[in-house]
């Protein structure tokens, strides 16, 4: 009986202290249309203490709200609703979701797929994963997505890399390690790329697959050789080579390296050296085959 009443009597508290934000909330609503009844919510600080040992079910119940709430706004037979839906207070209640709960991988996910790919602000979803970074420590889906927005959105190799290093080292999944490498090599940190390579495919299982982390570490090695020798002749010409071929004719190196994918080292407008390839195999000349 004693155990019952542990359960049941902060729940009860937890119910009472909600009363009067709900009553105002009440009449607020009366007064809005019936599909624009996503609600208001007190701050993080005072919903999360209010939830006492209910921290996760409030959560749930916050996000399935949000889920809801958008929901009613995507009807195909009324189109005018989407352009009403409340991006600001949708977001407030994903941050209240897992601020009260931060272990709540459904409001991550929701967040990533409204938030970047629905209206771009990825800024803004980035801020609550990295909630889930802090707590979700075994999950490789948070770093995922924040290396993911960093690369693929705005265009920050160098934080793109380090989130796709966290995944990488959460799984062990050598899809991860090709990402993270290739992040490093575009961020100009073609060193850290292959240091990082290289402590992946010595703590790799014999059941792992070693040979494209093997391949991408070749092309990468010659990267560096080739970064190497422009530098040297930026020092020794004070100004940087044109063609990849002037490295050979002031014998600053003896050979091109191999591309392991099968392409052509070059030197772009940028001074940076890049491959035909793009360092992934079946592409010649920068195309697809």
């Known amino acids: 009986m004693i155990s019952h009443l542990k359960i049941i009597i902060p729940f009860i508290i937890s119910v009472i202290m909600l009363i009067p934000v709900q009553k105002n909330v009440e009449k607020i609503m009366a007064i809005r249309p019936m599909e624009e009844k996503l609600g208001f919510l007190p701050s993080n600080e005072f919903m999360k203490g209010a939830s006492l040992n209910h921290k996760a079910a409030i959560s749930e119940w916050i996000f399935l709200k949000t889920m809801t709430y958008l929901g009613m706004k995507i009807d195909n037979d009324r189109p005018e609703l989407s352009k009403t839906i409340d991006y600001y207070r949708m977001y407030k209640f994903l941050d209240a979701s897992t601020y009260i ?19 771009g602000r990825i800024k803004e979803a980035n801020y609550i994963l990295e909630r889930g970074i802090e707590y979700r420590t075994w999950d490789f889906y948070i770093p995922f997505f924040l290396g993911f927005n960093h690369f693929y959105f705005l265009k920050d190799f160098k934080n793109g890399a380090k989130y796709m290093e966290m995944a990488a080292r959460i799984t062990g999944d050598p899809l991860f390690t090709t ?42 090695k010659g990267i560096a050789y080739l970064e190497w020798a422009v530098n040297k002749y930026n020092e020794t010409y004070k100004k940087k080579p044109l063609d990849i071929n002037e490295l050979l004719q002031q014998k600053i190196i003896t050979a091109i390296p191999e591309d ?23 592409v010649v000349n920068g195309n697809s085959i």
């Open 101 to 119: 709960d931060p272990y709540n991988i459904d409001a991550y996910y929701f967040t990533e797929a409204v938030f970047t790919w629905g209206i």
């Open 260 to 282: 392991p994918y099968g392409g052509k080292f070059f030197i772009d407008k940028q001074g940076r050296i890049r491959t035909t390839s793009k360092l992934a195999l079946g």
């Open 179 to 220: 990402l993270t490498s290739k992040l490093f090599y575009e961020a100009n940190e073609t060193s850290v790329a292959i240091g990082f390579l290289e402590m992946m495919i010595k703590n790799m299982t014999a059941g792992q697959l070693r040979e494209p982390l093997e391949i991408r570490l070749k092309a990468l």
